[in-house]
Every structure is written in C-alpha cells, then in structure tokens.
C-alpha cells in the first residue's frame, strides 16, 4: 500500500507530546513523506495551548521547510451535540480540523448519544477528520457515522495508536472491523494517522495497515496514497 502522509500529529503545544514543531518536520521529511500535518489539541484538553497558539499559525510559511505542510487542530468534541472546543472565525484560518471524542473533555455515553455527538462534528463545516472513531470507550452506530461521512465528504480515521495491544484504546481494531465493513458499504474514505506524539513515531501506519490488510479494504477508499486525494477533503 503507497503512503506518503500523515497529518494527524502532535507537538509540545499540546502538552503531552515532546518534540518541537521543526523537529516534527524534519522527521517527516527524512521518513520521505510528501504531505506532512500537524494537529494540536484544542484549549479543552488540560495541558494544552491557548485560542492565540491557533489564531497565529497563520505565521507559519507552509512552503519553507521543503515538505507540503498543512496545519490544523485536533478538536474536542464537547457534548452529544457535536459542539466543539474552537470557534468558526478560528477554524475557518485553519488548513483543516480533527474532531475527536477525548475521556478528559466529554463522558461516554449511550450508542445514541456518542453516535450524535460525531454526527455532530461530522456536520461541521470546517472538520475534515474524525479522530478514532472506533474507540470501544464510546461505543457507535458504524453505519450511520459511516453514512454521514461519506455525505459530507469527511474522512474516518485509522489511527496507529489505537491498535496497541497495551494503549489507552485497546479493543478498538474489533470496532474497525464493523467501521470498515459499513464504510465499503457507504463508499467511505478513511485516511491512516500515526498520532504522534514524538518524533520517531511519524509516519508510522504499520498497525493501521495491518488492520486495513485483514479486513481486505479496498485501497481506492484510503487517502494516503497522495496528497490530492487528501486536498480533495478540505473546505478551502
């Protein structure tokens, strides 16, 4: 399987990640990436920075470290709503936004309500990636989440970090089985993440494809063969 990007990662804006915003870039330049993203954690996570951090990435030339750059945020889904932790003036700056459902920011709820609050998200203009969706802590109606992406051309993410046998999200590669079998059925595309949270870890999908390969996933459906067809996602 080609894959030449990774866009959800974290630096120590977030708080609980440990590398630098250069140093991130130059990882993903040295592992050969041609798309390179960076995906802080909005104000609501503790630890994390303030509205000003994303408000002034605007000061970030995209096209001066030799690697396409995109920069964004990774949202927290704050209620069974689907509202978020940022405001639309923010957003709307932003190269793309990651809406996730985080133990710290909302508690688990029922099938119906977790399934509502990333409907929600889904249906927010600015979000382009929903953050491990199959995360067994908030369990989802798969079809109707996977339905909704693909009406809104918003991607369902594979996230490396979530198929550690000893993670923080283990269980979830038996939710991406059901995620997967509804997205072949909706015609959904899903877009592999590291998550990193340090240096060495970008680009690093081998759990993901891994999960992608057992479950005969068609590689049409999977961005991260070039960056195009992850451009073709964003609002601007």
């Known amino acids: 399987m080609i894959d030449v990007l990774d866009v959800h990662t974290h630096t120590i804006a977030s708080g609980h990640a440990y590398n630098t915003m250069n140093e991130m870039i130059a990882a993903a330049k040295s592992k050969g990436l041609k798309l390179y993203g960076i995906a802080d954690h ?17 000061a970030v030339h995209r096209d001066a470290y030799g690697i396409d750059l995109v920069l964004g945020v990774e949202l927290n889904i704050l209620d069974y709503s689907g509202s978020t932790d940022l405001p639309g003036h923010i957003l709307e700056e932003l190269d793309f936004a990651v809406a996730s459902l985080h133990n710290p920011c909302i508690k688990p709820g029922t099938v119906e309500q ?22 067994p802590r908030y369990p989802v109606d798969f079809d109707t989440i996977a339905n909704e992406a693909a009406q809104h051309n ?12 000893d993670g923080y999200r283990a269980g979830s590669r038996a939710n991406a089985k059901l995620m997967l079998e509804a997205c072949k ?9 590291s998550d990193a949270h340090v240096d060495t870890d970008v680009g690093n999908h081998l759990r993901s494809m891994t999960v992608l390969e057992e479950n005969n996933f068609p590689e049409e459906l999977v961005v991260n063969s ?6 073709v996602h964003l609002k601007f």
């Open 185 to 193: 059925k909706y015609g959904t595309h899903v877009i592999m993440s």
């Open 42 to 58: 909005a104000p609501s996570m503790p630890g994390s920075c303030h509205n000003f951090h994303f408000m002034n990435l605007h």
């Open 226 to 231: 070039d960056p195009q067809k992850f451009y």
């Open 114 to 135: 977790n399934t509502s609050a990333i409907v929600g998200a889904i249906r927010n203009p600015n979000v382009v990636i929903i953050g491990h969706p199959d995360n």
């Open 154 to 165: 918003v991607l369902l993410e594979i996230n490396n970090q979530s198929y550690r046998e």
